[in-house]
């Protein structure tokens, strides 16, 4: 199996035209600041169609407690995710959202209100989350987990998402590591990773090389990509709060 990767760098650096020549992922915030979804059908439009899109929850949903403000959040994600014809969606959970049973009680509600026909649902926990821990609930949730994988190991399945961090004295990736990167997301069908380093772009060809060299050949969109189809208004259910 040919894995096809999705490399992208931390923000927009540019415009979206510029930036396409460079990577082909892009994670895009659903919340106060995010362009009206005119503006995001003219991103689609500006990129080929091999650019993916990843819609990132606003800090309301992401809160994942029910709330007229997470009401809203959910309806701006949807109408993004519709606009951009994103298939992934990321949820970054803060260090408020634990293990305990309510908040697996609220995730489990909210996937159940998300789109999730051609869309993977990324989850990204952040806290007192064991890593462990964090495959099992993903697992019986059916979503993908975000990791670091120079740091954690990339569950199995069809989707891997990845996010290289600079962090501490790690300002950047050499080979050796990105290698390691590239072993560890070993062959599936679809690689997220996204490069936070100020090298991004050298990284991102290195990571490219590494990965044709790695398993044979290494996909950038290739074939056909079936796009969501999802309504541009979701109706919110009046959930009774917590």
């Not at 999705?6 to 995010?34: C, N, Q, S, T, W």
């Not at 993004?80 to 995730?107: D, H, K, S, Y």
């Not at 997301?185 to 990284?203: C, F, H, K, M, Q």
Request: glycine share 8%; aromatic share 6%.
């Amino acid at each position: 199996m040919s894995t096809r990767y999705h490399i992208g760098a931390k923000g927009l650096r540019g415009g979206i035209p510029a930036y396409a020549k460079r990577f082909d992922l892009i994670e895009v915030r659903a919340d106060d600041d995010v362009p009206s979804p005119s503006a995001l059908r003219r991103w689609r439009k500006q990129v080929p169609p091999h650019f993916e899109f990843c819609i990132v929850a606003g800090k309301s949903l992401a809160q994942v407690k029910d709330s007229p403000d997470l009401g809203r959040d959910l309806e701006r994600a949807v109408e993004a995710i519709a606009a951009l014809q994103a298939r992934c969606f990321l949820l970054p959970t803060p260090v408020e959202f634990t293990p305990g049973n309510l908040w697996r009680e609220r995730m489990a509600r909210l996937l159940d209100r998300l789109p999730r026909d051609v869309t993977t649902v990324v989850w990204e926990p952040r806290g007192v989350w064991e890593h462990e821990a964090s495959q099992a609930a993903a697992k019986k949730w059916g979503v993908t987990l975000s990791v670091d994988a120079t740091r954690e190991a990339v569950p199995a399945g069809p989707v891997a998402y990845v996010r290289l961090r600079a962090l501490g004295e790690t300002h950047s990736y050499g080979e050796s590591a990105l290698g390691r990167v590239v072993a560890a997301i070993g062959p599936r069908r679809d690689a997220y990773v996204i490069l936070e380093t100020n090298s991004a772009l050298t990284e991102c060809k290195t990571l490219r090389r590494l990965a044709a060299r790695g398993d044979g050949a290494v996909e950038r969109g290739t074939g056909r990509v079936v796009r969501p189809r999802v309504a541009t208004t979701m109706k919110v259910r009046d959930d009774e709060q917590e």
